[in-house]
T-cell receptor, first 115, second 114 residues
Framework: AQKITQTQPGMFVQEKEAVTLDCTYDTSDQSYGLFWYKQPSSGEMIFLIYQGSYDEQNATEGRYSLNFQKARKSANLVISASQLGDSAMYFCAMRAGTGRRALTFGSGTRLQVQP | GAGVSQTPSNKVTEKGKYVELRCDPI?????LYWYRQSLGQGPEFLIY????????DSGLPNDRFFAVRPEGSVSTLKIQRTERGDSAVYLC????????????FGPGTRLTVT
């Protein structure tokens, strides 16, 4: 079974500062993928970044980077230079298992960017 | 181009009634997913289609839930004998093919069972 744990229900960050959102995962599969999604108040899930379990380098997409520490089973999201529009729910997710395409999501972290 | 669309955006129904929720994926996307998101939680997987067939329906909670995708594009999630516990936002997502990482989500249908 797969499990995603996000231990921060809510986070505050000052505009223009960096923030790290924590995610730990549990799976017995050797091949898996890790994802981060953003869900604004409008409700739509927006894909941010992907990291494969065999990728040697940490994934980056613009202001988003994924701090992948395989031995610790963590996949933290780092947002640099926070903007007011970054205020939203953030979900960590995993896809694991041969041929399995479904995503398993964590419970999310609500990020509030303060001016 | 157009994203994933879902109709209706809101649905209120009485306990015991039958409902259908519709998903229009991005044109050309062969993979389609249904998830359910309860208040304060992350989405939970329900079913995955590759083309017209349900490749993984392991997330359907019971036999009151059924989904179809007869022509490999539009999908309908059907819930029989609705219960108050079925109240949630039902999210649909599509991806280009089974190998694509990114799943593009629709805005969801908020189902309320009274």
């Amino acid at each position: 079974a797969q499990k995603i744990t996000q231990t921060q229900p809510g986070m505050f960050v000052q505009e223009k500062e960096a923030v790290t959102l924590d995610c730990t995962y549990d799976t017995s599969d050797q091949s898996y993928g890790l994802f981060w999604y953003k869900q604004p108040s409008s409700g739509e899930m927006i894909f941010l970044i992907y990291q494969g379990s065999y990728d040697e380098q940490n994934a980056t997409e613009g202001r988003y980077s994924l701090n992948f520490q395989k031995a610790r089973k963590s996949a933290n999201l780092v947002i640099s230079a926070s903007q007011l529009g970054d205020s939203a729910m953030y979900f960590c997710a995993m896809r694991a298992g041969t041929g399995r395409r479904a995503l398993t999501f964590g419970s999310g972290t609500r990020l509030q960017v303060q001016p | 181009g157009a994203g994933v669309s879902q109709t209706p955006s809101n649905k209120v129904t009485e306990k015991g009634k039958y409902v259908e929720l519709r998903c229009d994926p991005i044109s050309g996307h062969t993979a389609l997913y249904w998830y359910r998101q309860s208040l304060g939680q992350g989405p939970e997987f329900l079913i995955y289609f590759q083309g017209t067939g349900a490749a993984d329906d392991s997330g359907l909670p019971n036999d009151r839930f059924f989904a179809v995708r007869p022509e490999g594009s539009v999908s309908t999630l059907k819930i029989q004998r609705t219960e108050r516990g079925d109240s949630a936002v039902y999210l649909c997502a599509s991806s280009l093919n089974r190998g694509a990482h990114e799943q593009y989500f629709g805005p969801g249908t908020r189902l309320t069972v009274t």
